[in-house]
């Protein structure tokens, strides 16, 4: 009974903070006036942070200490000491046993890539395919980035459409979705050879380090889906893979270290340009990063983070237009002081009514917590210092970027947020498996029983049952392709990225949103730019020409923090014709920009109701 102590106490904090979830709130701004969820619930937005915390660390901690406490047979905190538990052995690495089955996971996955149904892509959600489209129209017109445009996204994730154009002089929303699907291809080749850093660093022999690996890498690459970009790793994602994996290889192997620190640091800045969020938290990791070394006095290491960072920020100012840098900084501000308000959904307490989804992200991370102590501290497993960097690393990150679930707490945010912690819960379900079948005497005897050639057949059957589930979209429920078509695919390849490449307009838009652009196009020939009061964000890209202001998505201009510099850029480029009003709800609301409506009142005026598109024209 004793050894159960520790989890009936963790337990109980866990099920005490949810009883409590409701009652955890910090005091509302009410000088907030950026009307969404929050606004209407008086809700303020770290308070889903705060709850998350209360409910998992008192948790983990009470599980931690008394662990520590009963079992004596541990590892500890003590840096100096050799029972550190960073400290220790570091498996030997048997790369061959592996590296074969490294190549066969990437000539499968360029099989896969082959075979999707690119045509499957030729589609548009007007709403946010537009965030693609606009940013890179605004550039192309003025020439300008952070002054012509709010970036929303980042730099680069909303101007995918310009690196086709760059080389191609042309782009659509059919290259913009290849350079997202071709961003997928890369994550699975990060998570293929992220999958053989863990496994090379286990202590299994090489029958059941190569099960594992075949195993838990068929079972990653079929985390990130090409039919659907959000599923566990989004394409903004590849960036923040590619960190951790600097990460834990500079910290585990000093080979190479200070070139990896140096690297690392210049992340600083590179993923702010990247995706906003994505910089966001990948600073905070770096921040933790440079504690990790503070405490553990690596001071050279320490020295080469920080002269990337200085690097890539002194480099930045040096080349970059001192406008452009104003901007890029109005932009930061603008998303750090917004975004919750803007969009914030509360998150469900857990275990209430249709909770399910969020409550099982909650409880997928206490697991994993909870196994990360046991594998940390316990001798019993015999884990080198490698693996344990590479899995808190991976765990923590995955932590980090569950704040973005924390503050939208929608099923698309939390399911693009999970790959990380899903990832380590994986990883460990079969480690602890793999260890039991290891130990375990009867599995012994039989095992050595077999001979090499036997084990490898096994290895290789198991290899094709799976590859097998991988093609057949069992490990992939979004693909929906079936095998004899991914064949067809795969032979009419060049023909079918053609068709997704070469995507025109009319293919795209269809229906009430063809004529409404027809309209637009027609009443707004006599104008240079394009400006509506409405979530329509795609008719700069579709009527060619840029959005008058660099507020190009209407729920960007708010009262009392960009209102007032809308209403001066606008007045400098006011066109004849504007769209006023829309059917189309989503984030856009007019009271977020009541002096910018009063503004454009006393300048337009009622011209025409077309389906429920309402147009105004200027009073000359």
């Given amino acids: 009974m004793r050894k159960y102590f520790p989890i009936i106490i963790s337990v109980l904090f866990f099920l005490i903070s949810i009883m409590f979830w409701d009652k955890i709130k910090l005091p509302y701004d009410e000088n907030n006036l950026i009307i969404g969820e929050y606004f209407n619930k008086k809700f303020n937005p770290q308070n889903d942070t705060i709850r998350f915390i209360i409910l998992i660390v008192p948790a983990v901690i009470a599980y931690l200490v008394t662990y520590l ?5 541990t590892f500890n905190f003590q840096i100096n000491n050799k029972d550190y538990f960073l400290k220790g052995i570091i498996h030997e690495n048997k790369k061959s046993s592996i590296q074969n089955y490294t190549i066969f996971f990437l000539v499968l996955i360029l099989f896969e890539f082959l075979m999707i149904d690119f045509q499957s892509f030729i589609v548009i959600d007007t709403f946010h395919d537009s965030v693609y489209l606009t940013p890179a129209t605004n550039y192309l017109a003025n020439k300008e980035f952070f002054k012509s445009t709010l970036y929303d996204y980042g730099f680069v994730g ?20 290849l350079i997202k699907i071709i961003f997928i291809f890369l994550i699975k080749v990060s998570l293929i050879f992220l999958s053989k850093k863990l496994i090379e660093s286990t202590n299994f022999d090489d029958f059941f380090k190569k099960t594992f690996f075949i195993i838990f890498t068929f079972l990653i690459i079929g985390l990130p889906s090409y039919y659907d ?27 190479f270290s200070n070139i990896k620190f140096f690297l690392i640091g210049s992340l600083s800045l590179i993923s702010l340009l990247w995706w906003f969020d994505i910089g966001f938290f990948l600073n905070f990791l770096l921040l933790l990063l440079l504690l990790y070394l503070i405490i553990h006095s690596q001071i050279k290491s320490l020295i080469y983070l920080l002269l990337g960072v200085s690097f890539i920020w002194s ?24 975004t919750d308000y803007l969009i914030g959904i509360e998150y469900l307490k857990p275990f209430s009514q249709n909770s399910g989804r969020w409550t099982k992200a909650l409880i997928i991370i206490y697991i994993c917590s909870i196994l990360l ?12 210092a490698n693996l344990k960097i590479f899995l808190n690393v991976i765990f923590i990150s995955g932590i980090i970027i569950f704040k973005s679930a924390l503050t939208r707490s929608d099923a698309y945010h939390l399911k693009y947020t999970s790959g990380l912690y899903s990832l380590v819960f994986i990883f460990l379900a079969l480690y602890l498996f793999f260890f039991f079948l290891k ?7 039989i095992v050595r029983k077999y001979d090499h050639n036997l084990k490898n057949k096994i290895n290789y059957m198991i290899a094709l049952f799976f590859t097998i589930l991988f093609f057949s979209g069992i490990l992939n429920v979004k693909d929906k392709v079936s095998i004899s078509n991914k064949f067809i695919n795969l032979n009419n390849f060049n023909q079918n990225i ?29 104008d240079n730019c394009i400006q509506y009061f409405s979530d329509d964000n795609f008719f700069p890209y579709f009527l060619s020409k840029p959005s008058c202001t660099k507020f190009y998505l209407s729920n960007q201009i708010l009262t009392n923090i960009s209102e007032k510099k809308f209403i001066s850029d606008f007045q400098k480029t006011m066109p004849d014709i504007i769209l006023y009003e829309s059917p189309t709800k989503l984030l856009f609301n007019n009271d977020n920009l009541q002096n910018a409506m009063k503004f454009v009142r006393n300048n337009y005026k009622f011209y025409e109701n077309y389906k429920g598109f309402i147009f105004y024209k200027k009073i000359n």
Wanted: with cysteine.
């Fill in 158 to 177: 909303n101007n995918l459409g310009l690196l086709i154009n760059y080389f191609f002089d042309f782009y659509n929303l059919g290259t913009i979705n």
């Fill in 69 to 73: 406490k009963i079992n004596k047979n």
């Fill in 439 to 445: 130990e375990s005497p009867k599995v012994k005897r």
């Fill in 315 to 338: 480099t930045f100012f040096i080349l970059t237009p001192l406008d452009e840098i104003r901007a890029f900084f109005y932009n930061l501000k603008f998303i750090i002081i917004t």
């Fill in 229 to 255: 970009l959000a599923s566990y790793f989004s394409p903004r994602s590849l960036l923040y893979l590619i960190a951790i994996f600097l990460i834990c290889s500079a910290i585990s192997n000093k080979k």
């Fill in 498 to 526: 053609t068709k997704l490449v070469t995507a025109k307009t009319k293919d795209l838009v269809k229906g009430d949103n063809l004529l409404i652009l027809q309209k637009y196009k027609s009443l707004s020939s006599k």
């Fill in 373 to 384: 102590i046991h594998l940390n501290f316990s001798k019993k497993y015999n884990i080198g």
